[in-house]
């Protein structure tokens, strides 16, 4: 039972677009809600976070909307740059301080 | 400020074995978690320890165990290898329990089961 889904494995953008990654969960219990960004042979680092009482949360080029009624959440990045070419992970955290990920979106920035 | 260290890097394993993996968080870090992430299932939560004590587990069998010691270091070990349990296991540090603190993960110890 996947608590927190990532329907889409890849996404590609041309460079100086917006990327949009999506992300549905199921428990309505999740009370936070975070991005982590990964690179081959690194570990995921962190991006932005947004709690379930907020619904945007802003950083420079980050944006998080969290939908609670329709239990998602998306990460815009604009302008996408080169750099942002990485796998993407949805994480939520429940009351228990339980962070469950998604499977990842793999973006590809296209020149 | 160091990061998030994890050893080995690279372990080669023959199943029926068993592999001991070792993380140690930032420095003030008291939260450290687990996670297995392989290519179908992306990253999945193994535990999470906290002062020494497990405040959480995930679905893994009773196989998959850790603990944490006194200096917030923590180890991770697998018994009895199975081939799936090939993966890259990913160690995160936070200064509070994960939930909604940022965490840190090392590099990951990719372990190989032949």
């Known amino acids: 039972d996947q608590q927190v889904k990532q329907n889409s494995p890849s996404l590609s953008v041309q460079e100086g677009r917006i990327s949009i990654l999506n992300c549905d969960y199921t428990?309505?219990?999740?009370?936070?809600f975070l991005w982590y960004k990964k690179y081959p042979a690194e570990g995921p680092t962190f991006l932005i976070s947004?709690?379930?009482?907020?619904d945007k949360n802003e950083d420079g080029r980050f944006t998080v909307f969290l939908n609670k009624s329709a239990k998602h959440l998306s990460l815009h990045i604009v302008p996408s740059q080169p750099g942002d070419s990485a796998v993407y992970f949805c994480?939520?955290?429940?009351?228990?301080?339980?962070?469950?990920f998604g499977k990842g979106t793999r973006l590809h920035i296209l020149p | 400020k160091a990061g998030v260290t994890q050893t080995p890097r690279y372990l080669i394993k023959t199943r029926g074995q068993q592999v001991t993996l070792s993380c140690s968080p930032i420095?003030?870090?008291?939260?450290v978690s687990w996670y297995q992430q392989t290519p179908g299932q992306g990253l999945q939560f193994l535990f999470e320890y906290f002062s020494e004590t497990q405040r959480n587990k995930g679905n893994f069998p009773g196989r998959f165990s850790g603990r944490q010691f006194s200096n917030s270091r923590s180890e991770m070990n697998v018994s009895t290898l199975e081939l799936g349990d090939s993966a890259l296991y990913l160690c995160?540090?936070?200064?509070?329990?994960?939930?909604?603190?940022?965490?840190?993960f090392g590099q990951g110890t990719r372990l190989t089961v032949v």
């Open positions: 994480a939520a955290s429940d009351l228990d301080d339980k962070i469950i």
């Open positions: 995160a540090s936070s200064s509070l329990p994960s939930g909604d603190t940022e965490a840190f």
């Open positions: 420095s003030g870090h008291r939260s």
């Open positions: 428990n309505s219990m999740f009370d936070y």
């Open positions: 947004i709690s379930s009482i907020k």
